[in-house]
């Protein structure tokens, strides 16, 4: 049974950081494709970032690109986003999610069936 756990949530002031990190266990986390989403009261979950099996390829919602990186370490089966620059417009619930097409860097969350519990990130004007 494949299982990710996030964490690295919290409260932070406009202009600050955080980094997420999702660790997966259950299957080799090589395996998959990875990716970032985040979701808030009444809007649809929408997509923040991916990342292919090794690292080689990625991709990031225009809301995010140059303030955000996804990563991976293999050797930690663990997933992170970096978020930098940090605007209130960021505070969400955040789920990291595996993609079993692991060159796949998908923005749609559909190609994802497998999903964290999600870490919530408050980001304070």
């Known amino acids: 049974q494949v299982q990710l756990v996030e964490s690295g949530g919290g409260l932070v002031q406009a202009g600050g950081s955080l980094r997420l990190s999702c660790v997966v266990s259950?299957?080799?986390?090589?395996?998959?494709?990875m990716g970032w989403f985040r979701q808030t009261p009444g809007k649809e979950r929408e997509f923040v970032a991916a990342i292919n099996w090794s690292g080689g390829s990625t991709n990031y919602a225009d809301s995010v690109k140059g303030r955000f990186t996804i990563s991976r370490d293999n050797t930690k089966n663990t997933l992170y986003l970096q978020m930098n620059s940090l605007k209130p417009e960021d505070t969400a619930v955040y789920y990291c999610a595996a993609d079993p097409l692991l060159t796949r860097i998908a923005t749609y969350e559909q190609a994802y069936p497998y999903w964290g519990q999600g870490t919530e990130v408050t980001v304070s004007s």
């Open positions: 259950g299957r080799a986390f090589s395996m998959f494709a």
